[in-house]
């Protein structure tokens, strides 16, 4: 389902994050937006599409 799919998103991005060395704040200052925002992606609260989440994914594996 959406939610499982969006839960698993999540560890996704969390587990790139965290390979980058960023803390959530970090990382939100280099994607321009809140810290909230990236911790309810982490999370699999954010009400967006799984795409979006795979989106973001790229974005934070590309930044340097």
Known sequence: ???SARL???ERLR??????????RTL?????CSPLEINDY???RAEEDVA???ALIQR?????
């Open 1 to 3: 389902d959406i939610e």
């Open 28 to 32: 939100a200052k280099h994607l321009r």
């Open 42 to 44: 982490e999370f699999g």
């Open 8 to 10: 698993l998103a999540g």
């Open 52 to 54: 979006v989440y795979e």
């Open 15 to 24: 587990q790139a994050r965290r390979a980058k060395g960023y803390t959530q």
């Open 60 to 64: 934070v594996l590309a930044v340097a």
